[in-house]
Nanobody
Framework: QGKLVESGGGLVQAGGSLKLSCAISRGTLSNSGMGWFRQPPSKEREFVAAIAWNGISTRYSDSVKGRFTISRDNAKNTVYLQMNSLKPEDTAVYYC???????????????????WGQGTQVTVSS
């Protein structure tokens, strides 16, 4: 399998928006559910959002529900995280991950397979 590559992070003011992208260096993402995780400074990595392989099922953490949207374009082999109404507490390194199970139909049961990219830094200033 190829390596996951996250991009799109940056510095933004509170209330602003960013869109993150996750691609793979080789191979395909279209057979896997995908998820976004984040690791704030000095904290554990935490779940943010997940999407099933066909894009029909999604799941969000309570802290981002209503502000973030996960989506995917299997033709482009890319997964996105649209982040709106950003808050300083959203500051973190954001990572994408593949599901352990191929073609899982629901995002509810998403489990990362343990292979992580380098992440992309998101910093929200107050």
């Amino acid at each position: 399998q190829g390596k996951l590559v996250e991009s799109g992070g940056g510095l933004v003011q509170a209330g602003g928006s960013l869109k993150l992208s996750c691609a793979i260096s080789r191979g395909t993402l279209s057979n896997s559910g995908m998820g976004w995780f984040r690791q704030p400074p000095s904290k554990e990595r935490e779940f943010v959002a997940a999407i099933a392989w066909n894009g029909i099922s999604t799941r969000y953490s309570d802290s981002v529900k209503g502000r973030f949207t996960i989506s995917r374009d299997n033709a482009k082999n890319t997964v996105y995280l649209q982040m709106n109404s950003l808050k300083p507490e959203d500051t973190a390194v954001y990572y994408c991950a593949r599901d352990r199970v191929f073609f899982r139909v629901t995002a509810t049961d998403f489990k990362p397979n343990g292979s992580w990219g380098q992440g992309t830094q998101v910093t929200v200033s107050s």
